[in-house]
């Protein structure tokens, strides 16, 4: 494969890799403003708290989508060091995104409905950044990928000399069903 080839393949993955992650953050970010705006509603929880909470609930939600959707190829073999490794990392996306609406609500007074929403989406926006970077780089690493093991299985054992099998070289053999014999 040429070397613009395989940056288009490269390219193509991480294309497919950002719409699936970006699949699963939309579910979380519905699920995170539903939680956020029901507490909200049916608490008297301040703001920052009941967000809190409903980041809590997305970072399940989407560790479940990333696991077996968007990651799902990848290295499954530390399960506990990849949940702690997540857990860590979306506590830090929790700060970030709380940290915004908390600066937003407690510096600035800004703490209206629209204004706490408005907020709270930039503080994920911020958070998802962050988290797409951590989750790929460290979270779900991909599996190790054996280059050109395809090509090396196509090419024809040549020898110098006689056949591993016993026959010589000019036993009339054709290469075609010589090669079909050995990889049969």
Same mark, same amino acid.
């Not at 995170?32 to 708290?49: E, K, P, Q, W």
């Not at 060091?81 to 857990?87: G, I, V």
């Given at each position: 494969?040429?070397?613009?080839?395989?940056?288009?393949?490269?390219?193509?993955?991480?294309?497919?890799?950002?719409?699936?992650?970006?699949?699963?953050?939309?579910?979380?970010?519905?699920?995170?403003?539903?939680?956020?705006?029901?507490?909200?509603?049916?608490?008297?929880?301040?703001?920052?708290?009941? =967000? !809190?909470?409903?980041? $809590?609930?997305?970072?399940?939600?989407? @560790? /479940?989508?990333?696991?077996? %959707?968007?990651?799902?190829? *990848?290295?499954?073999?530390?399960?506990?060091?990849?949940?702690?490794?997540?857990?860590?990392? =979306? !506590?830090?996306?929790? $700060?970030?995104?709380?940290?915004?609406? @908390? /600066?937003?609500?407690?510096? %600035?007074?800004?703490?209206? *409905?629209?204004?706490?929403?408005?907020?709270?989406?930039?503080?994920?926006?911020?958070?998802?950044?962050?988290?797409?970077?951590?989750?790929?780089?460290?979270?779900?690493?991909?599996?190790?990928?054996?280059?050109?093991?395809?090509?090396?299985?196509?090419?024809?054992?040549?020898?110098?000399?006689?056949?591993?099998?016993?026959?010589?070289?000019?036993?009339?053999?054709?290469?075609?069903?010589?090669?079909?014999?050995?990889?049969?």
């Amino acid at each position: 494969m040429t070397e613009r080839g395989a940056l288009r393949v490269r390219l193509d993955q991480l294309g497919r890799e950002v719409a699936k992650f970006g699949a699963v953050g939309a579910v979380g970010t519905l699920v995170n403003f539903g939680v956020f705006n029901l507490v909200r509603h049916l608490t008297d929880l301040h703001v920052v708290r009941a =967000s !809190v909470i409903a980041t $809590v609930v997305a970072i399940a939600f989407n @560790y /479940v989508g990333f696991r077996y %959707f968007t990651y799902k190829d *990848r290295d499954k073999s530390g399960r506990t060091k990849e949940l702690t490794l997540f857990l860590l990392f =979306s !506590v830090v996306g929790l $700060v970030i995104e709380n940290g915004v609406l @908390y /600066v937003a609500t407690y510096w %600035f007074g800004w703490d209206s *409905r629209l204004q706490s929403n408005f907020f709270k989406f930039l503080g994920m926006g911020i958070a998802t950044l962050f988290r797409f970077w951590s989750y790929r780089t460290w979270v779900f690493k991909a599996l190790p990928v054996v280059a050109h093991a395809e090509s090396f299985l196509e090419k024809p054992v040549s020898s110098g000399g006689p056949e591993k099998s016993g026959e010589s070289a000019g036993s009339g053999e054709s290469d075609e069903r010589s090669a079909a014999r050995r990889a049969g």
